[in-house]
Antibody, heavy 119, light 108 residues
Framework: EVQLVEFGGGVVRPGGSLRLSCAAS????????MSWVRQAPGKGLEWVSV????????GYAGSVKGRFTISRDSAKNSLYLQMNSLRAEDTALYYC????????????WGQGTMVSVSS | SSELTQDPAVSVALGQTVRITCQGD??????ASWYQQKPGQAPILVIY???NRPSGIPDRFSGSSSGNTASLTITGAQAEDEADYYC???????????FGTGTKVTVL
C-alpha cells in the first residue's frame, strides 16, 4: 500500500524550531519529488516547499523562505522539513505529498501533523 | 507569486451538474490539478492534466481549461461529493506551486 505518514508536530514557542518527518512506503521513493503543504485551522491549502527526486533542487513559498529547509533521505525513504524562527502564523496542519512530476500533481497525501506556535 | 481565485461556495441539487472555476494568470502556461477535501480528511487528487482522473475517481468528475480559467465539473452530483475543492498549478516560477482559495460545494 502506498502510504505517507507524517510525524514530529507539536507545540512550540514563537522563535522556536521543529523538525517534521514524513515516512514513505509502498513505492520507489527515489522516483518522485516530494512536497509539504499546510492548512491553518479553518483555512485553505497553502503550498510550502518542494524537493526533486534526488534532492538537487528545492523550492519554497515566500512566507517560509529563509526559515524552513526541506530535505530527504533515500536510505530511510523519508522527507523532512526543518522549521526555524517559527511564528504564530505558521500554526497549521502540515501535509506531506508525493509529486507526480509527469502528472504535475500531488497524487498521494499523508494525514498530516499539527504544528502550533504559541507562547 | 501568482494567485488562483475560486468562488468561495456553490450549491447543487442532487443529481444536477455543477462547475467550479479557478482563475489565474499561471493557468495560461500550466494545467490545473484539482483536489477534494472532506472535513477532517486529507485532500485527494480528482483531476490532473488536460482532463485526467486518477484510478478510483468517478467519471462524473471532469476538467477543462480556457485562457486563464480552469474548471472542474461534477455531472450528476452525489451526496458524497459535498466537500471543499481546491485547484493547484505551478507558479510562473516553475519551482513553485500555488493553490486556489478553495470552493465549498454543498449538495442539496
Amino acid at each position: 500500500e502506498v502510504q505517507l505518514v507524517e510525524f514530529g508536530g507539536g507545540v512550540v514557542r514563537p522563535g522556536g524550531s521543529l523538525r517534521l518527518s514524513c515516512a514513505a512506503s509502498g513505492f520507489t521513493f527515489d522516483d518522485y519529488g516530494m512536497s509539504w503543504v499546510r492548512q491553518a485551522p479553518g483555512k485553505g491549502l497553502e503550498w510550502v516547499s518542494v524537493i526533486n527526486w534526488n534532492g538537487g533542487s528545492t523550492g519554497y513559498a515566500g512566507s517560509v523562505k529563509g526559515r524552513f529547509t526541506i530535505s530527504r533521505d533515500s536510505a530511510k525513504n523519508s522527507l523532512y522539513l526543518q522549521m526555524n524562527s517559527l511564528r504564530a502564523e505558521d500554526t497549521a496542519l502540515y501535509y506531506c505529498a508525493r509529486v507526480a512530476t509527469s502528472l504535475d500533481a500531488f497524487d498521494i497525501w499523508g494525514q498530516g501533523t499539527m504544528v502550533s506556535v504559541s507562547s | 507569486s501568482s494567485e488562483l481565485t475560486q468562488d468561495p461556495a456553490v450549491s447543487v441539487a442532487l443529481g444536477q451538474t455543477v462547475r467550479i472555476t479557478c482563475q489565474g494568470d499561471t493557468l495560461r502556461n500550466y494545467y490545473a490539478s484539482w483536489y477534494q477535501q472532506k472535513p477532517g480528511q486529507a485532500p485527494i487528487l480528482v483531476i490532473y492534466g488536460k482532463n485526467n482522473r486518477p484510478s478510483g475517481i468517478p467519471d462524473r468528475f471532469s476538467g477543462s481549461s480556457s485562457g486563464n480559467t480552469a474548471s472542474l465539473t461534477i455531472t450528476g452530483a452525489q451526496a458524497e461529493d459535498e466537500a471543499d475543492y481546491y485547484c493547484n498549478s505551478r507558479d510562473n516560477n516553475s519551482d513553485h506551486y500555488v493553490f486556489g482559495t478553495g470552493t465549498k460545494v454543498t449538495v442539496l
